[in-house]
């Protein structure tokens, strides 16, 4: 099941490429976050919502770097696929 949902998420990728590449001036990332039965490190906070902090901190740090996400597929627990964007001129930039 696992590889079949893996070659699912290929195909996804490849067919989107085309418009991806036509879309000028960004850039884009996919990203597998594993689940929490892959060593995640989950933390009930304050009001009661449970945080899984392995991956908020992964987010974090791709955000620093400029990348956005556009969209996330993926159930509870299980690993995500996480599409990202970011500007591709920004490094160009004074």
């Given at each position: ?16 490429a085309?418009?991806?590449?036509a879309?000028?001036?960004?850039e884009?990332?996919v ?7 892959a060593?995640?490190t989950?933390?009930?906070?304050a009001?009661g ?18 990348w956005?996400v556009?969209s996330a597929?993926g159930?509870?627990?299980m690993d995500h ?14």
């Amino acid at each position: 099941m696992r590889k079949l949902i893996f070659r699912f998420l290929f195909l996804i990728v490849v067919c989107a490429a085309p418009a991806a590449a036509a879309d000028a001036g960004w850039e884009y990332q996919v990203v597998i976050l594993q689940g929490v039965t892959a060593g995640g490190t989950v933390e009930k906070q304050a009001r009661g919502v449970y945080v899984d902090t392995r991956r908020t901190q992964i987010l974090n740090e791709l955000a620093v770097d400029g990348w956005e996400v556009i969209s996330a597929f993926g159930a509870p627990g299980m690993d995500h696929a996480v599409y990202l964007r970011r500007e591709s001129d920004r490094l160009s930039r004074p």
